[in-house]
């Protein structure tokens, strides 16, 4: 029997000690087990983040190995290779299979109930490979998807509309990477459509500061990895996003990485798409509306997958 309380964040580089930061003082659990080829650097992450707990709510940090996370009801997949200035997310795949799949044998081997949250990159193809060597059940294996490009979005609209980026309802869909995509149909600001809030507040939206907004969501990670050398407390907060999520089964429309079956003409994919999430993970993708390029694109972002995918398998 797993403890959604109990979470195991494996592999604590930048981002997956940020993740456990965040989570540690998020009030959500009450204790955190942190797991690394490094033992000795779980051990200090683990005493660092101890030493502020009485800060904040009580949360019980430990560094441990794979048996200790037999009763966690969320693990977080954090290990992985780093990616290197000007290096794709999908370069980091060779690099990030092997890695994968020595973990997925060692958590299995101690826990299969538990639900699995991948953040290591590329995420969709990690995540599509967690849920083949697991076993699980599609709905408790996801990965963190395009919650943060969503965020980068709203941000950026925000900064542009003069209006707080928690009115801006907008989505970053498809591969967390490239091939990604922003849906701008259904864009609005509080219910009201994008277009008529800027006709209203007088704001001139020229299709190309769109299309510039997008493309610094999209390059966002190459240029803070050339400023400081990787990306890790936007994808921190989103991460306990999703935990916060799954832990209080709030029932919550993320854009995590799901497995898709037939939604938007793909099937058998795993990608950023606005999916339900709750205590029992990814409980159901969403099809909201989309342009007619929206979803060219979108399928297109599926079939670049599906490429790497076949290219994994082969």
């Avoid at 400023?227 to 999703?242: D, E, F, L």
Wanted: net charge negative; glycine share 10%; aromatic share 4%.
């Amino acid at each position: 029997m797993t403890n959604i309380q109990k979470c195991g964040v494996i592999g604590v580089g930048f981002v997956g000690a940020t993740c456990a930061y965040t989570l540690a003082v998020s009030g959500l659990f009450s204790d955190l087990v942190l797991v690394d080829m490094n033992r000795d650097k779980a051990i200090g992450e683990a005493a660092d983040i101890n030493h502020g707990v009485a800060f904040s709510k009580p949360c019980r940090v430990m560094a441990g190995d794979y048996a200790d996370l037999a009763e966690c009801g969320l693990i977080i997949i954090a290990a992985g290779a780093n990616q290197k200035p000007g290096e794709s997310r999908l370069e980091l795949l060779g690099r990030n299979k092997g890695i994968l799949s020595s973990i997925i044998a060692q958590l299995t081997a101690v826990n299969r109930e538990a639900i699995l949250l991948v953040v290591s990159n590329p995420v969709d193809v990690l995540t599509c490979l967690a849920q083949q060597l697991s076993g699980f059940p599609a709905g408790r294996v996801l990965g963190s998807g395009t919650v943060l490009d969503t965020a980068r979005l709203k941000y950026l609209l925000g900064q542009r509309l003069g209006v707080d980026s928690r009115n801006v309802h907008a989505f970053i869909i498809g591969e967390h990477g490239d091939s990604e995509l922003a849906v701008w149909s259904s864009a609005n600001i509080s219910g009201a459509d994008l277009d008529d809030y800027c006709r209203i507040a007088g704001i001139t939206k020229p299709a190309d500061e769109l299309s510039r907004i997008y493309e610094h969501v999209r390059d966002a990670a190459y240029q803070i990895i050339d400023s400081k050398g990787a990306t890790y407390y936007g994808i921190g907060m989103a991460v306990r996003r999703i935990a916060e999520a799954i832990v209080r089964n709030e029932h919550s429309v993320l854009p995590v990485t799901s497995m898709i079956h037939g939604h938007y003409g793909v099937d058998g994919i795993c990608l950023g798409v606005p999916t339900i999430v709750g205590r029992n993970g990814a409980e159901a993708v969403l099809d909201i509306p989309l342009s007619e390029e929206e979803l060219a694109q979108l399928q297109r972002s599926a079939n670049t997958m599906r490429e790497m995918i076949d290219k994994l398998d082969g």
